[in-house]
């Protein structure tokens, strides 16, 4: 059938702009024998390249239309996935609301005047409103699982470079992960195995060691994401997982986020360098600002982010090879309307998978009100263990 993505936008709260083209989606059942993705429609973060359209970025106009596909979609259309179009983000990828100065706000399907989260919020949106079985995001600090969080359902941050970043407008570098938000573990798994670059083979214990880090304790947590929270480790445990407390001595939570953050703004600064000063640049002025404060940071103000940047690493690192996994809530707090400021400790919880180019996955957990991510992390490189793990615990919480 033909489908015009504007007609999506009208029927689908909080598309913005969720398509910018027509397409033509053949209904058929998939064949287990070709590929689960088969027929599957999925829809990509405008930060990502489609060969044809202008990966716009978030950013006040739009580029000349890209050559190709970035590899990360041309290998899910190979696998038979079934392009929709493009997702609404924050502005160039830094931001947490999915709230862009050029274009507006992305609403929370879950709750009229409430953000997705960013950056990747319009991809959530796809996902939770059912206009698309899958999407891809970008995740620079929490911006897969974020959303992912607050719009109830799964969000998937690959190992740094499992996933290639070829074809993506760059926000940070060395922190950047293409990444999946999707209706289910499942599906997020069959995206990333299309996707990656590199198959492998790992055992997945039938009964996991979960590990909470001591520093959560220095996270202040809403009340109904602590008692989610505690509900979910019990359920756990009466699966038959063993759950305990490990130190992560050198994760001192707001100290590596405020770290990370400088590291983005450097970075990025870099990124937009020729465009800081230019009064015709089509970013706004906030923008300009963060990225402005980034040209400026001192040498030795930079040492000092990169060597907190290495002490949370190392600490995840060490508490990684002493468990199968690390439980964490995935934010602190629930969506929030978009009158209200972010709040500052949004991305503590997922900042050190980044830091540490870990794989982690956030999955709903029941809740009483609005969704809540519980998240799990495990060791560099060993994502299908991790989704093996995430599947199995998402079925413990009655998800799919």
């Not at 939570?253 to 020729?274: G, S």
Request: hydrophobic fraction near 45%.
């Amino acid at each position: 059938m033909a489908v015009r993505l504007a007609d999506v936008n009208e029927q689908r709260r909080g598309f913005r702009r969720m398509v910018a083209l027509e397409f033509q989606l053949h209904v058929r059942t998939p064949d287990p024998a070709r590929s689960p993705l088969t027929g599957v429609p999925f829809a990509v973060k405008e930060n990502i390249d489609i060969g044809g359209f202008p990966t716009q970025a978030g950013l006040g106009r739009a580029p000349p239309p890209a050559d190709a596909d970035a590899p990360c979609v041309a290998r899910l259309r190979a696998a038979g996935a079934v392009l929709v179009g493009q997702t609404a983000m924050d502005e160039a990828a830094l931001g947490s609301s999915n709230d862009n100065p050029h274009y507006g706000r992305t609403m929370n399907p879950r709750r009229a005047g409430y953000t997705p989260g960013g950056s990747s919020g319009g991809s959530a949106v796809a996902v939770a409103s059912g206009a698309v079985r899958f999407a891809l995001g970008t995740d620079t600090l929490g911006s897969v699982r974020i959303p992912a969080a607050y719009c109830g359902i799964v969000g998937f941050k690959p190992s740094f470079d499992r996933v290639p970043s070829i074809g993506v407008k760059r926000l940070a570098p060395s922190l950047d992960h293409v990444g999946v938000l999707a209706e289910s573990v499942d599906m997020a798994a069959a995206a990333f195995d299309a996707m990656a670059q590199d198959a492998r083979k790992l055992d997945t214990p039938s009964r996991a060691v979960i590990g909470v880090p001591d520093s959560l304790s220095a996270v202040d947590l809403e009340p109904a994401v602590h008692n989610a929270f505690e509900r979910a480790l019990k359920t756990l445990r009466e699966r038959g997982d063993t759950v305990r407390v490990v130190p992560t001595p050198g994760w001192i939570p707001v100290t590596a986020r405020k770290a990370a953050f400088l590291l983005i703004e450097v970075e990025a600064a870099a990124v937009y360098l020729n465009w800081l000063d230019d009064p015709q640049a089509p970013l706004s002025a906030r923008l300009k600002e963060f990225l402005r404060y980034g040209r400026d940071c001192s040498p030795e103000r930079l040492a000092g982010a990169r060597a907190e940047v290495s002490r949370c690493r190392v600490a995840i690192e060490e508490a990684l090879a002493e468990v199968d996994v690390l439980a964490l809530p995935t934010c602190p707090q629930v969506a929030f309307p978009f009158e209200m400021k972010t709040p500052l400790n949004q991305a503590e919880l997922t900042t050190p998978a980044n830091l540490a180019g870990a794989p982690a996955i956030s999955i709903p957990i029941p809740a009483e009100d609005l969704p809540i991510g519980f998240q799990l992390m495990a060791a560099r490189g060993t994502d299908e263990r991790l989704l093996a793990i995430a599947a199995r615990t998402a079925s413990a919480f009655g998800a799919a």
